[in-house]
Structure formats: structure tokens, C-alpha cells
């Protein structure tokens, strides 16, 4: 069921390729596949930090240590997070990596989102306050500009870490708390409401790092 509980046209590419095997093996055999709510494969593609980059289709459930070292051959250079899930997706620290598999649950419970599991990656020496300001710049170019929240939050947020990284303001916490918060709730889509997961991840596992940008 989709819109209104109404059955409703389905246009993503993934999910139409599952269906000549379902069509053809039957649900059941599809529904053997993966996890107990996570059924089926998905596809996840490795950026240029892969040593063997490009799109793998891998069993829901699948280690992401499985995915990073055995498909993609591991990075091919030192990297510190990896956004996996599109510009709205979580912001997974490399310490995370033998914790997670690739289904909804587990990356659900850990805090991060698996999305449709492109995996971008962030080399160490590249600054995450850069890094926040394009996710913010991002959400503020893509804004339809129907909502204040997104609209207007993503802009501000830009603007602030502008400032920060010009070296001649610190970002108060709690500004910057209230505006994730006014993003996630107020949004009217996931772009604006989306946004805040990688930005907290961020701010969570890279404390130290950000620190010096906050009061």
C-alpha cells in the first residue's frame, strides 16, 4: 500500500528490477533473502576512495566490512567517515564500520540511515566544517522554498558556518541545536528534515575536530 493507504504507482528503478525475479521465483524465494525486515538485495555504490569503486548488488544483511574490504578492495587512501545514504544520510565514523550490515534495522539502531546505501567517502585531511557547509549549501540551492524551516534554516546554517570557518565567530550550541531542531520537525520533506542526521552524526563522533568552530 503507498499514498493514502491506497495502492500507488511505484517509479523506483531498484524495486522494478526485483520484480522479474519475484514474477518468476515467486515471493517467497524473494522474501528468503536477506534479513527478517530487511528482504531482498540492495545495491551500493563505492565512490573513487574505493580501490575497486562502482555498483555492487549485495544480500540484505551483508557486513558493511564485507562490502568496504572484499567488493571495493578497501580505500585507497586513509579515510576518517563515510556518508552513506545520499546528502540526507548518516555520517558513519570508519570505528563504526564492523558494527554495522547493510539492512534498515541495523543502521536504524546504530543512529545513521541506510538510504539507498551510496557510500561517499571523507579522507582525513578534507575538514568536516567544510564538508557541513556543503550539506547545508546543498539543502539551500535544492529547496523548493515552500517551507520556512528548509528554506530559510538551510540558508542560515550556511551562513553560520561561513562565519565560523572566517575565523571570526564561534557558532552557539544551542542556535545551532535550535535550528536542527526547527529543520527536522518543521520541514515539510526529508530535505530539510533529513538534513540534521548527518550533521549530528558529526558533531557527535567529531567532537574534537568541530569544537574549536562552536562557543
Given amino acids: 500500500m503507498g499514498l493514502f493507504n491506497m495502492p500507488t504507482v511505484v517509479n523506483n528503478v531498484e524495486t522494478l528490477a526485483n520484480l522479474p525475479f519475484i514474477a518468476d521465483s515467486g515471493g517467497q524465494a524473494y522474501a ?23 555498483l555492487v548488488e549485495v544480500e540484505m544483511g551483508t557486513p558493511l566490512r564485507t562490502v568496504i574490504d572484499e567488493l571495493g578492495r578497501g580505500f585507497r587512501k586513509p579515510i576518517k567517515a563515510m556518508h552513506i545514504g545520499g546528502p540526507l544520510g548518516g555520517l558513519v565514523p570508519v570505528s563504526k564500520i564492523d558494527e554495522l550490515t547493510i539492512d534498515f534495522d541495523s543502521f536504524s539502531k546504530a543512529g545513521f540511515l ?11 585531511e578534507y575538514p ?44 552557539p550550541k544551542e542556535l545551532f541545536s535550535d535550528l536542527l531542531e526547527a529543520l527536522e520537525i518543521g520541514s515539510l ?7 540534521p542526521l548527518p550533521v549530528r552524526n558529526a558533531l557527535l563522533y567529531f567532537k574534537e575536530e568541530l569544537g574549536p568552530y562552536f562557543e
Fill in 32 to 54: 528468503a533473502i536477506g534479513t527478517d525486515r530487511s528482504k531482498g538485495t540492495k545495491l551500493v555504490c563505492l565512490d573513487g576512495h574505493f580501490n575497486q569503486p562502482g
Fill in 114 to 124: 541506510l538510504g539507498h546505501a551510496s557510500i561517499v567517502c571523507i579522507p582525513e
Fill in 128 to 171: 568536516l566544517i567544510e564538508y557541513l557547509g556543503h550539506l547545508f549549501e546543498f539543502t539551500a540551492h535544492e529547496s523548493c522554498g515552500k517551507c520556512f524551516p528548509c528554506r530559510l534554516g538551510s540558508t542560515r546554517g550556511k551562513e553560520m558556518i561561513q562565519k565560523a570557518k572566517d575565523g571570526n565567530y564561534k557558532m
Fill in 189 to 195: 520533506c526529508a530535505l530539510g528534515g533529513g538534513l
